[in-house]
């Protein structure tokens, strides 16, 4: 883009070197007059599920999940799949790009006796499958029924099995389908296959899982294999994936980011602001490290919502949405209260203010996502089409009763999964390029499910006209920076937010939409505040900036159906901070709140007969939380 | 009493048993021969390389002689595990051999080709899946409905009495974009919901109609293109039909790999005798578990 422009720039210029005078009066204005030539406006928001299981990975292969990342990539693209489970399933509409990140273990085999690779060939018995192969017909039939019976017999020959063990020089059969399915699916323009995996680091039970995103294709994701967390080849320490990622970049020449999920199972491990858990100090490096290769957090999925607290947030009554507070992932220890603080996104985020100012680099100035964390291979997250965390709690009428995780400490509730969530991007087009890069610059927002259609712009000077301007976006970049952007320098005056929120046209009505302000005063004090910038039907925002009236309930229970005639399709604000103060670091991000709608739960109780705890929520109101925009005074 | 012990039968019998497990013995010596654990060359090359792949350097002598320990170690507990039957009826272990099955049977599907004919058929008979999309340019006015009827109905026919004048209707502000240049049916689909653009069909070219209704409220459209949409050559999307082709084909090699299987055994069901049939409500669901990873 920026190459482009100097290009342009150039040609202008040698033009106006050779061409008449008249021409060189017009051409700077000529340049510009077209709004669409040069345009790498993000204009579209492109949804996706950055984070789905298939059956590779072993624990979703135990769970019966048959399905492979074709499949997971097939169902996101729109088509009609059958679930492991045996039931037909469909999304309500496509996403625009899938990020599967499964765990790897050997495999490959059987690829490279098609191929004939070298050490095939070595090998009597490869040597004769692979001519088997080549024949066709029955004689490939008959070499394959060799190979297999000698697979299930465990007697293939030595050295083959040396070769297709991890650490070998041919490992990798796993990792080659992964990139090679992405890489099949990957239509640029009209659908993203990122390639990515997941580092699943969880010492004792303590959630530290990241996933890693490539911007890269096959060429470059080849040449390297994904770390382990396993002893002794591999470790939990976040320290030693940052040096993966490092590596990967300075030697293949690609570009690659990590992001954590779950903080809620971590017992406060997640967000460290003295200790990590591998033993390490929260020091310079550390955040700098952090800060560079983790600038994003997926704060919504099947497993809970991250972003607030109702301990953390007491003065937030949307704060206990989708709480997990039992304990770790395997509850072999149970959740105190001091942990919460290293738990939260909203916490986190002010958290890494403090660090800032104590070390100078904010680790925790990352952008938001949702995301379904499903080993089923099934990106669902809509209430009324849930396929569930695994392929065992794929739609029956017992699965909300039953516990999800149990110890003899305590359990993970069956009915305490969250159908959520997606993640929305803000970019020009729909290509790993585009959307990695929208990523790494945190222009995106999650959501629990639906697709709400949200933008964020901060600045010095927004105005009421600016919000239905019929370029209003582009008056948002030219004035200010979108989600995920940083302002400086307050020039005296208190900086003004440009927020639309357009509702989900398959979705439900939109309750209000929320500025969530956190900052560090300067005895070095965190704080936060809410403000309702716009709410439906009417309502008063008062002097403190809320409004104390509920939007109301239209669901009925009986038929798990809602009514449209509260809330509003569109809100929209122009705001200025009224508590601005320009020596105060801050960051500021949007909650949409849509009415309230019926859970999977209720579908369940409606469509399936299931009998449902008491404790179980049947209505809830699902969300959209932005990327923040932060202020720095320096 | 020696003579009636001599004349018991019992201890003729074990007299003969010993001689024979003497005689036994003698002529099969006991060669104390060991089973061999192989560490070939290959599985050198893989201890060098994980080595290399954490410490950055390839192991010394005393370091690799460590390794090749534990992995004989190992190897031993498995051929022992293995030599108990450790290995029955282990989920985990039936889970990866389930796998690594349907691994085999996905790549030798993998390696058949279509001819051209079936590959034509094949597109022939899922036309529906290859068509390109429709596409649209419009303008639009948006009316919101979140108004009392009486004061919706006053507008909307203010409104049509403009469109009488040749004027264009007026809109409510919106944060919906006016102008639509080019857009697929599914971007229709992801802003004003599903049936939106289906309302734009067979509708006229440069003038304005309307109001049709969307997800989002009611709409005054003035269409200025409407390309419907048309099924993709095979030659254009030969790459795509082709990864189609495959990802059925699999599935129906499997289906049969499946069937000549399940032929290979006599199927012996042994129902509960009292009860007959289990019940739904009888067959528990497994508990779930989170997933260790």
Redesign the interface.
Known sequence: MNRNKVFITLFALSLSATSAFAYDKTSEAAKKYSPYANSDMPMNVYWGDSHVHTGLSLDAGLFGNVLVPDDAYRLAKGEQLTASSGVPIQLSRPLDWLVVTDHTDLMGIATDIKAGTPNILADKKGKEWHEGFKKGGKAAGEAAFDLIGNFAQMTLPEQLVDDYSPGSKVFGGVWKQIVDAADKHNEPGLFTAFIGYEWTSVPKGFNLHRNVVLRDGGDKALKVQPPTTQPPLGSTDPLVLYKWLEDYEKNQNGQAFAFAHNGNLSNGWMFPTEDTYAGGKVNNNYVKLRAKWEPHYEVTQIKGDGEAHPTLSPDDEFADYGTWDIGNLDISQLKKPDMLKGEYAREALKQGLALEKKLGTNPYKFGLGGATDTHTSLATADEDNFFGKSTSVEPNKDRSSHPFVKSKLGAHEGYALLASGYTGIWAAENTREALFDAWERKETYGTTGPRMRVRMFGGWGFTENDLYANNSAAIGYEKGVPMGGELVKAKGKAPSFMVTALKDPQSANLDRVQMIKGWIDKDGKLHEKIYDLAVSDGRKIDDDGRAKEPVGNTVDLKTATWIDNIGDVQLAAVWTDPDFDKKESAFYYVRVLEIPTPTWILYDVVKLGAKVHKNAELVGQERAYTSPIWFSPK | MMKKLLSDPLIHFLLIAVLYFVAYDSLNPNTNELETI?I?S??I???N??FL??WKRLPNEKELQRAIKGFATKDAYLREAISLGLDKND??IN??????????I???A???EPSEQVLQDYYQLNQDKYLGPAIYSFTQMYI?T?RPKDELDQLLSTQQERMLKGLAPIGD???????FTDATD?HL??????EFSERLKDKPLNKWFGPIE????LHYIYLTNHIAAKLLTLENIKQKVL?DWH?QNQKSVQEKYEQQLLEQYKLEVQMPKSKGMLTKKEV??????????
């Not at chain 2, 689909?189 to 599903?194: D, E, F, I, W």
């Not at chain 2, 969307?214 to 409220?217: C, I």
């Not at chain 2, 528990?284 to 990873?293: F, G, L, N, R």
């Open positions: 192989v070939s290959g599985k090359e893989q201890i390389n994980n792949t954490r989920p985990v889970s990866q051999l389930h796998k690594k099955m349907l691994y085999l996905e790549d030798m993998s390696a058949e919101s979140d502000p919106s944060l919906l974009q006016t102008d599914f689909t992801r802003n004003l919901g599903s969307s997800a989002l409220g990864i990802y528990k669901s497994e508990t779930s578990k989170e997933p260790a990873q």
